[in-house]
């Protein structure tokens, strides 16, 4: 079996963040820096052809009351867009609080101003990850 890349969509930067082999931890995270949901979905393929992904977990950002709205509907569209280009498997992953999850960790890591807005969707996306990751084990 591949590997497990998550996605944390967003409008300048998307994180992704891939799964070692075995698919038990996180084995790497980064952000690309790409617009346009076209050039977005091309390099997140790219990426995972690269890696031998077989499953994209994409956050879905719903509300805090469980509703999706416009960021819901943007990672709709993008998963639309993945599978009608060819993408392996893509799974949806509530991300409530991934990001003020990823700027806690990043402020208690000492990190601040560009340098956090640098990493703080490769560790969204990798949170998004470990949140899958754990949800697989636990069904075991």
Same mark, same amino acid.
């Given at each position: 079996m591949g590997r497990i890349m998550a996605v944390d969509f967003g409008d300048a930067r998307t994180g992704l963040a891939f799964? +070692?082999?075995s698919n038990t931890l996180v084995g790497e995270a980064f952000v690309i820096k790409e617009y346009g949901i076209d050039r977005v979905a091309a390099k997140i393929l790219e990426e995972a052809k690269s890696r031998d992904a077989e499953i994209i977990v994409l956050g879905y950002p719903k509300n805090?009351?469980?509703t999706a709205g416009p960021r819901a509907e943007k990672s709709e569209r993008l998963a639309?867009? !993945?599978?009608s280009m060819g993408a392996p498997e893509v799974v949806?992953? +509530?991300e409530r !609080?991934?990001?003020v999850d990823a700027h806690r960790i990043l402020g208690e890591a000492g990190r601040y101003g560009k340098k956090r807005r640098e990493k703080v969707d490769a560790v969204a996306a990798a949170l998004i990850l470990e949140g899958y990751l754990g949800g697989r084990k636990a069904k075991d």
């Open positions: 799964s +070692d082999i805090m009351n469980g639309e867009k !993945l599978r949806f992953w +509530d !609080l991934t990001t």
